[in-house]
């Protein structure tokens, strides 16, 4: 059972640079997102997701990209990457929204130089 | 705008003692609080969590308090394992919202 799967763990860009973060979900579940962690702080929603479709805006969206056009997949994509989005991005999915357990993947770690 | 604090950056606790983790947040509106747990390198995992018509709700060695008419909540470990040895965040979140708002955590390190 993979639960939340994150692609990649590491990456370096280049600012200006563009990437998508990958995530994928083997439990069935409708509700998406993706959070970003600075040093600390707190996880920041970027976007998130209810359903194929269907996406929304988050806490902190400038700079980022997303789509959802079947349930497994939710990817995160960064264009024309600036020191700024240097975090650890974290995709998670549950079942019914943020209220009940949410699963979390690993992480992936981006440092934009 | 943190709407959810976490005073504490850091706690240390011998093991077989009692871990409290503390959490405020300004927003009357949330309904929902929840505690996560994260290792190194790895992503947050799901802890305990506690609904606003509660004022406790406990879960084996984990009991989370809520006092609503402070806007404070708190977390107890007891008694404390090494394998507790964690980050953990407070989340809270309001009526119909999918959304959570997330504290800066807190590191807790249990001594052997």
């Known amino acids: 059972n993979a639960g939340v799967t994150q692609t990649p763990k590491f990456r370096i860009l280049k600012i200006g640079q563009s990437m998508t973060l990958q995530c994928t979900q083997d439990m069935n579940h409708n509700y998406m997102y993706w959070y970003r962690q600075d040093p600390g702080m707190g996880l920041k929603l970027i976007y998130y997701?209810?359903?194929?479709?269907?996406?929304d805006k988050g806490e902190v969206p400038n700079g980022y990209n997303v789509s959802r056009s079947t349930t497994e997949d939710f990817p995160l994509r960064l264009e024309l990457a600036a020191p700024s989005q240097t975090s650890v991005y974290f995709c998670?999915?549950?079942?019914?929204?943020?209220?009940?357990?949410?699963?979390f993947g690993q992480g992936t770690r981006l440092t934009v130089v | 705008d943190q709407q959810v604090k976490q005073n504490s950056p850091s706690l240390s606790v011998q093991e077989g003692r009692i871990s409290i983790l503390n959490c405020d947040y300004t927003?009357?509106?949330?309904?929902?609080f929840l505690w996560y747990k994260k290792y190194p390198a790895e992503g947050p995992t799901f802890l305990i969590s506690?609904?606003?018509?509660?004022d406790k709700n406990e879960d084996g060695r984990f009991t989370v308090f809520l006092n609503k008419s402070a806007k404070h909540l708190s977390l107890h470990i007891v008694p404390s394992q090494p394998g507790d040895s964690a980050v953990y965040f407070c989340a809270a979140s309001a009526s119909n919202d999918y959304k959570l708002s997330f504290g800066a955590g807190t590191t807790v390190t249990v001594r052997a």
């Open positions: 927003n009357s509106m949330f309904d929902y």
């Open positions: 506690i609904s606003s018509i509660k």
């Open positions: 997701s209810v359903g194929a479709g269907i996406t």
């Open positions: 998670a999915s549950s079942s019914v929204g943020m209220k009940t357990e949410a699963f």
